[in-house]
């Protein structure tokens, strides 16, 4: 089984930036397709992005907007996301987990997909 621990979370200001990562042990990530989520409290779990070494292929969701950037260490065995311009709406708690079923990801978005080996999540607070 693969564990997941997510952590770069922190409270910053809008517009800083911060590098969440997910290290993963049991399993090495080439492996799989690995998805990062949020959820804000009183929302649902979002999709955020996914990636796979696996697959050229990288899917983003619309929130977006061209500020993050996922990327797969594979030596380190983590998956990373770069959030730039960050802002109050990026307000959430963040997880990663791994597609249970396929080892690419999908144009239509995380939730077309069965995920799991959820990580605790790491808190991203972005407010002046």
């Known amino acids: 089984q693969v564990q997941l621990v997510e952590s770069g979370g922190g409270l910053v200001q809008p517009g800083d930036s911060l590098r969440l990562s997910c290290a993963a042990s049991?399993?090495?990530?080439?492996?799989?397709?690995i998805g990062w989520f949020r959820q804000a409290p009183g929302k649902e779990r979002e999709g955020v992005s996914c990636?796979?070494?696996?697959?050229?292929?990288?899917y983003y969701g619309p929130s977006t907007k061209g500020r993050f950037t996922i990327s797969i260490d594979n030596v380190k065995n983590t998956v990373d996301l770069q959030m730039i311009d960050l802002e109050p709406e990026d307000t959430a708690i963040y997880y990663c987990?791994?597609?249970?079923?396929?080892?690419?990801?999908?144009?239509?978005?995380?939730?077309?997909?069965?995920?799991?080996?959820w990580g605790q999540g790491t808190q991203v607070t972005v407010s002046s």
């Open positions: 987990a791994r597609d249970l079923q396929y080892n690419y990801c999908s144009a239509y978005g995380l939730r077309s997909r069965n995920f799991g080996d």
């Open positions: 049991g399993a090495t990530l080439d492996n799989y397709a």
């Open positions: 990636a796979s070494s696996r697959d050229d292929y990288i």
